[in-house]
């Protein structure tokens, strides 16, 4: 049984088979009839605790052109909101006849303890599980860099040695951070986080990467710039720094930007906060790949559930293991 969890999971081979992949399911979109029959009869079930617009979104359409049956389950309005258990929740799936449950749970480790319980027997896939971490993002995030930085025939086979990846924000609560540092180093690029103090996480020092406080210095020796939203609403105490402070120090503006070498694109995950980690200029500019990068989801979900699902037996590790 397979599952993916964490993109600390994935060996080199694993992530190029993945973007490979993902690449031929780029070309299936390019087409006047986007379906495939792969996974006809398959059932996927999106089990989603926390709200997503992309991620859900993007999963459905994937499984959809796989053409395997979706279900989308939304904690609000279903029995969990009675009380109802993960395990009670989960058997209820497995009733149905699950192959893959596609989760995003606030707590970290949900997805986890899910694949590891035998309360279901279908593969499970980490739509984003707390603070932990969000693999599809990441691998969505790599196919996004491969195809921008490596060149015009970027693609199959080609990964990202060398390239300088500079992630900035809010990393203390920020899973699509984790999961890129893990995977950017498995793919050869080097990683430097820029935040403030009071949002970079214990233990960071154990990270395949570099930290900076100093995002001006940064810039300019950068292939590309991942922007990560401030994430308020895990935040319980007042906010520090400031907003204004925030925003002066860490923010991306044009005046910034165009402190980083032509060549260099500017990442966000979505959603943004435009006005706090990036301006409407810097958003809405050709530099910016937001709206290329949820394109490439699709295509990058396609690859995981058809590489889960139905494809290649080598590819994704058989088992899941804690990286926390
Ligand atoms: N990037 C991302 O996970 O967005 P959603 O929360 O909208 O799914």
Same mark, same amino acid.
């Given at each position: 049984k397979r599952h993916l *969890?964490?993109?600390? /999971?994935?060996t080199r081979d694993d992530a190029v088979l993945i973007l490979d992949t993902a690449e031929e399911m780029a070309r299936v979109a390019d087409? #006047?009839? %986007?379906? =495939? #029959? @792969?996974?006809?009869g398959r059932t996927v079930v999106n089990l989603f605790f926390e709200d997503s617009t992309r991620t859900r979104i993007s999963f459905e359409a994937a499984a959809k052109r796989l053409s395997a049956d979706v279900i989308n389950f939304s904690a %609000?309005?279903?029995s969990v909101s009675k009380g109802e258990s993960l395990k009670d929740t989960a058997l209820t799936l497995e009733a149905m006849g699950a192959d893959a449950v596609v989760i995003r749970h606030g707590a970290s480790g949900a997805p986890y303890r899910l694949a590891t319980s035998? +309360?279901?027997d279908g593969a499970v896939v980490n739509a984003g599980d707390g603070t932990h971490e969000h693999p599809t993002q990441a691998l969505l995030d790599a196919f996004t860099m491969r195809r921008r =930085?490596?060149?015009?025939? $970027?693609? *199959?086979? !080609?990964d990202l040695d060398g390239r300088r990846i500079t992630i900035v924000g809010?990393? =203390? &609560?920020s899973r699509v951070a984790r999961s890129n540092v893990h995977l950017l180093h498995t793919l050869g690029a080097e990683v430097t986080l820029v935040a403030p103090p009071t949002l970079v996480p214990i233990?960071?020092?154990? +990270?395949p990467c570099e930290v900076s406080y100093d995002l001006d210095h940064v810039l300019p020796k950068s292939d590309a710039v991942m922007m990560l939203r401030v994430q308020r609403e895990r935040?319980?105490?007042?906010?520090?720094? @400031?907003e204004r402070e925030y925003s002066r120090r860490y923010g991306l503006d044009g005046d910034r930007m165009?402190?980083? #070498?032509? &060549?260099a694109i500017v990442m966000h995950p979505g959603p943004m906060n435009r006005g706090m980690e990036i301006t409407a200029q810097v958003a809405d500019s /050709? !530099?910016? @790949?937001a709206v290329e990068q949820v394109a490439n989801g699709v295509s990058t979900r396609m690859a995981v559930l058809y590489l889960l =699902?139905?494809?290649?037996?080598? $590819? *994704?590790?058989p088992t899941p293991a804690r990286t926390e």
């Open positions: *969890i964490s993109a600390a /999971d994935l087409r #006047p009839i %986007k379906k =495939l #029959p @792969t996974l006809r %609000k309005g279903s035998g +309360w279901i =930085l490596v060149g015009a025939d $970027a693609g *199959i086979g !080609r809010d990393v =203390l &609560h233990g960071v020092e154990q +990270w935040m319980n105490a007042a906010f520090f720094p @400031t165009a402190r980083m #070498p032509e &060549h /050709d !530099r910016c @790949t =699902l139905g494809g290649n037996e080598s $590819a *994704i590790s």
